[in-house]
């Protein structure tokens, strides 16, 4: 509860802090919806000239449109902000700041700051995900969406587990930056499912890059295109990839030496 409370306040702090500066504030948001209605014709584009792409229907598509701008949004609200205030902070000696807090410092590094727009693109991958299960009621069972659940529970563990790698490559590496530019490149495949690449790419973005849990897996297990033995994988990675993230940060800390040092 000690941890629940105080994401709220950092939630509260986040939103008087964009309270300030409400023109930037909409113009991001007017932003997130050209963007969403530029996916949205790209879908329709897509589907005007074929019926399927790799066994998704137009509305399987919208469904994985959903999660990938929600997903986009998760990424947005909290996880690459702190992550890239974490390179920051080791660069200026000013993680002494987050280390003298009382309280865990993986969470409050994880947690303080909170990019609010970003609830946009979460909300609107909400809305598609509805409209999409709406038109494949049928389709749709409630085991389908307790899996669903779980399986984006999985992918967001998974994907903050990765920034925190990232992050605290910053003890070592001067320039984290640029791998972080690389990765939401590769992160723009996943608005299409791995079915639609050759078997090396597939397995690649599944097993390597992990992008298949965060978007196609999670679609997947709402609509019946997900197998058991993806759905175990996306657990058992998510346990693994979070206690090797965790470890991985506490072996940086004991290399950080200080802003006095």
């Known amino acids: 509860m000690r941890y629940l409370r105080l994401i709220g306040l950092f939630a509260k702090v986040s939103v008087q802090n964009d309270a300030a500066y409400r023109a930037d504030f909409a113009a991001h948001v007017a932003v997130t919806l050209l963007n969403f209605a530029a996916e949205l014709v790209g879908l329709w584009t897509i589907f005007s000239n074929t019926g399927s792409l790799g ?29 890239r205030r974490i390179m920051d902070d080791v660069r200026q000696g000013t993680l002494d700041f ?14 303080r700051g909170l990019v609010v727009w970003r609830l946009a693109d979460i909300l609107l991958g909400a809305v598609l995900v509805a409209a999409a299960c709406a038109r494949l009621s049928a389709e749709v069972t409630v085991a389908g969406l307790a899996l669903f659940v779980a399986m984006l529970a999985c992918g967001v563990t998974i994907i903050y587990s990765f920034w925190l790698v990232l992050a605290t490559g910053a003890f070592w590496l001067t320039r984290v930056t640029n791998m972080e530019m690389v990765f939401w490149n590769v992160f723009e495949a996943g608005r299409y499912p791995v079915e639609i690449y050759p078997p090396a790419v597939r397995w690649m973005l599944t097993y390597v890059v992990p992008l298949a849990f965060l978007t196609t897996f999670p679609a997947g297990s709402l609509i019946g295109k997900v197998e058991p033995f993806n759905v175990a994988a996306a657990a058992g990675f998510a346990a693994l990839a979070l206690a090797g993230a965790s470890w991985f940060w506490r072996f940086g800390l004991r290399r950080y030496s200080g802003a006095s040092a």
């Open 98 to 111: 987050v280390l003298i807090k009382p309280v865990n410092a993986q969470f409050y590094a994880s947690f």
């Open 55 to 83: 066994g998704w229907n137009a509305w399987h598509m919208l469904a994985l449109l959903g999660v990938f701008r929600g997903m986009y949004g998760i990424i947005g609200l909290f996880i690459s902000p702190n992550m």
